[in-house]
């Protein structure tokens, strides 16, 4: 069964750190490009970043309101995908998936459940 | 950045009733060498993941129901559902994957009359 299950998310204060995580299930993780999207609390979607695997290394790209601050990373050994996120805002309070990109129609065809993040003193 | 547009904000229609959603994109998605246009339409429920629907614009993902209809091409897109059910209430939200960032519409939320 094709999944994605994330964890990490949680409480945190403005200014410090937190890790999520993306564990892959039933597909080959390696092959495909993989996305962070995030939704605020009652908002839309937000593309996050997006990493991606070609044999000779990964590129990533961020969306402008996280970049210098998050970073994507994947560990194709694990089947999993992170989020590194740092210098965390309050306005980066929101559900934070995972998805997989389809790659030759760059659809997001799988996503997970999602992990909430609340940024608050 | 490509700007994604989607009207209306919300919708409301009767059971058995057409809903129609339009998407507008800042800039042509349509990829000359594929004639392929980078557009794909999700539908998210309350607490779920967004589901993807369509892509390729007008290309039904597997196990879609065949009432979820796709059209357009270049820079105006329309999502049908063509006899909406009480399982099809949701938000709605349009996505151009040509250039990165990829980006959303801000979605349309869709309920029963």
């Known amino acids: 069964q094709v999944q994605l299950v994330e964890s990490g998310g949680g409480v945190v204060q403005p200014g410090r750190s937190l890790r999520l995580s993306c564990v892959a299930s039933?597909?080959?993780?390696?092959?495909?490009?993989l996305h962070w999207v995030r939704q605020a609390p009652g908002k839309g979607l937000e593309w996050v970043a997006l990493?991606?695997?070609?044999?000779?290394?990964?590129?990533?790209y961020y969306a402008g309101s996280v970049k210098g601050r998050f970073t994507i990373s994947r560990d194709n050994s694990r089947s999993t995908l992170y989020l590194q996120m740092s210098s965390l805002r309050v306005e980066d309070t929101a559900v934070y998936f995972c998805?997989?990109?389809?790659?030759?129609?760059?659809?997001?065809?799988?996503w997970g459940q999602g992990t909430r993040v609340t940024v608050s003193s | 950045d490509i700007v994604m547009t989607q009207s209306p904000d919300s919708l409301a229609v009767s059971l058995g009733e057409r809903a129609t959603i339009n998407c507008k994109s800042s800039?042509?998605?349509?990829?000359?060498?594929?004639?392929?246009?980078?557009l794909a339409w999700y539908q998210q429920k309350p607490g779920q993941p967004p589901k993807l629907l369509i892509y390729?614009?007008?290309t039904r993902e597997s196990g879609v129901p065949d009432r979820f209809s796709g059209s357009g091409s270049g820079t105006d897109f329309t999502l049908t559902i063509s006899s909406l059910q009480a399982d099809d209430v949701a938000v709605y939200y349009c996505?151009?994957?040509?250039?990165?960032?990829?980006?959303f519409g801000q979605g349309t939320k869709v309920e029963i009359k």
């Open positions: 998805a997989r990109d389809r790659a030759y129609d760059d659809a997001f065809d799988v």
């Open positions: 039933g597909f080959s993780f390696s092959s495909y490009p």
């Open positions: 990493i991606s695997f070609d044999g000779h290394g990964t590129k990533s």
């Open positions: 800039q042509s998605v349509l990829h000359s060498s594929s004639n392929k246009n980078y």
């Open positions: 390729w614009a007008s």
């Open positions: 996505q151009q994957s040509f250039n990165t960032p990829p980006t």
